[in-house]
């Protein structure tokens, strides 16, 4: 593995850990615009519907369930939950070889820090994605909007977004990913107030929920802005007013895996500004609360 990608490489061999809710979107649309497509996922099903925007894709696409009948390709998208990196990594010595790249679709603002020493730096394209899209059953996935992909302006940041080329996903290339990243994980952030009080969107049109929300993201714009991000002071008006602005009904995926059942986001969303808050010798409070009752929520000791 010597980490050169060469640009003008026509790159159609495409295998997505975690057919979840941004794994299925993307998923679906790569295979309806003709790219050789196959599953890793826990739960075999034989056909992917999504329902988008503009109507739906039905499609059957290879699942494997087990990493020995996976195949090289050549860019693998880890779309699996930031907790669930070591389930992802155990398909890459069957998926990547010498010129794989290997595209990071999760939350959160250490995508590189998770998959260091697996492959080359110049081969791995962290993505910061925006599709607001919801699993509702193994191979069942709902998107409600085209949503964006931002990945940096190098080699394998443009290989992956030329994927979308004929796509209604847009995709953009950056110089400041760092950035882009802290504002999503604002986003983020703010969301575990509807996990927390287990409302969707339209909570943020309550005065005390919208207070929370500003609250958890001036941490994070502190935080960020430690980090090298160049996040605005207007960040937490501006995260409420997205909030207030999305379908009322909407729920994010924290709030989504709670109601599931499943494990949370919680330490990529909200504990990496507590852990490097402390790193840098800035209180995060609200952060910390809003941690705490969930996990405490999670484990059942208040319901």
Known sequence: MDGTVREGDFLSRVAIIGPGAIGGTVAAWLASVGHEVQLCARTPFERLHLTHPGGVIDTAIPVRTDPADASPVDI?????????CDAA?????????????????????EHRNRFAGV???????????DIPAEREAP???VQRRNGTITLADDRSGRAVAGLFDDTPIETALTG?????????????????VNAVVMKPAAIAHDPDAARAMRLLVAECVVVGRAEGADLP???PDDIVNHYRNAAPDSINSLHADRLSGRPMEIDARNGVIVRLGCAHNIATPANELAVALLNTAAQGRFL
């Open 76 to 84: 693998v998208i880890a779309a699996t939950k930031a907790y669930d």
């Open 89 to 109: 990594k155990r398909w890459l010595p069957r998926l990547l070889d010498g010129r794989t790249i290997l595209a990071v679709f999760q939350n959160g603002v």
């Open 119 to 129: 492959i080359s730096n110049a081969r791995l394209a962290p993505a910061v994605v």
């Open 139 to 141: 191979g069942v996935v």
């Open 176 to 192: 400041d990913l760092l950035t882009v990243a802290w504002r999503k994980l604002a986003l983020n952030c703010a969301g575990i």
């Open 233 to 235: 002071l207007t960040l």
